[in-house]
């Protein structure tokens, strides 16, 4: 079974401060990686994944996210947050072992409140 | 390039009536993906297809839900009858091959609402 955890339901953080969302995974092989964004009534939009190599991935709009497997966690992180990335984030892992199918499956979000 | 497109935005419909979404994934995706997504929950797969195959349905409720994609491109979605549960956002996606590396594209969504 793949399962994701989203530890923390909102994120406060100051314009102009840096910030990390958290993700922890629990998959039985080497996992596949996604964080995505929504914003208001729209949706997901993909901001990078970790399918192998480099443990630091960098996406768009400034994001990156750190694998680590000792940890088995994948935090998203931004060194300057702006207001316009407040919006839902969604961390999502996918299981290469488990054969046919190409399910994510998604943790519960958690809410980037960004102030100015 | 153009992206998943979805319709309608938004339905409201009574229990118990039936309703169809409409998707049309990223020309040139071969896969495309059917998810339900809870308010204050993240979306969970409910139907995936390979051109006009079904790959997985495992988690599709069957005595309510149908699902096709006839001629490989776009799909529809059927919830018939509905109940109160079904209230969700249905979010298609799509991917270029489906293989477990491939990005996954979405769609706006429909949010339905059933009372």
């Known amino acids: 079974a793949q399962s994701v955890a989203q530890p923390e339901d909102q994120v406060n953080v100051a314009e102009g401060n840096p910030l990390t969302v958290k993700c922890t995974y629990s998959?039985?092989?080497?996992?596949?990686l996604f964080w995505y964004v929504q914003y208001p009534n729209r949706g997901l939009q993909f901001l990078l994944k970790?399918?192998?190599?480099?443990?630091l991935v960098k996406g768009s709009y400034g994001f990156e996210a750190e694998f680590n497997k000792s940890q088995t966690s994948f935090h998203l992180k931004k060194p300057s947050a702006l207001v316009s990335d407040s919006a839902l984030y969604f961390c999502?892992?996918?299981?290469?072992?488990?054969?046919?199918?190409?399910?994510?499956?998604f943790g519960g979000g958690t809410r980037l409140m960004v102030k100015p | 390039e153009a992206g998943v497109a979805q319709s309608p935005r938004y339905k409201i419909i009574e229990k118990r009536q039936s309703v169809a979404f409409w998707c049309n994934p990223i020309?040139?995706?071969?896969?495309l993906y059917w998810y339900q997504q809870i308010l204050g929950q993240g979306p969970k797969l409910l139907i995936q297809?390979?051109?006009?195959?079904?790959?997985?349905d495992s988690q599709l409720p069957k005595d309510r839900f149908s699902a096709e994609r006839l001629k490989g491109v776009d799909s529809t979605l059927k919830i018939q009858p509905a109940k109160l549960e079904d209230s969700a956002v249905y979010l298609c996606?799509?991917?270029?091959?489906?293989?477990?590396?491939?990005?996954?594209?979405f769609g706006p969504g429909t949010r339905l609402t059933v009372l």
């Open positions: 020309s040139g995706h071969a896969t």
């Open positions: 998959v039985s092989g080497n996992p596949y």
């Open positions: 999502a892992v996918r299981d290469p072992q488990l054969g046919a199918g190409n399910m994510l499956t």
């Open positions: 970790y399918i192998t190599g480099d443990n």
């Open positions: 297809f390979q051109n006009n195959g079904v790959v997985d």
């Open positions: 996606a799509s991917s270029l091959v489906g293989g477990s590396t491939d990005t996954q594209y």
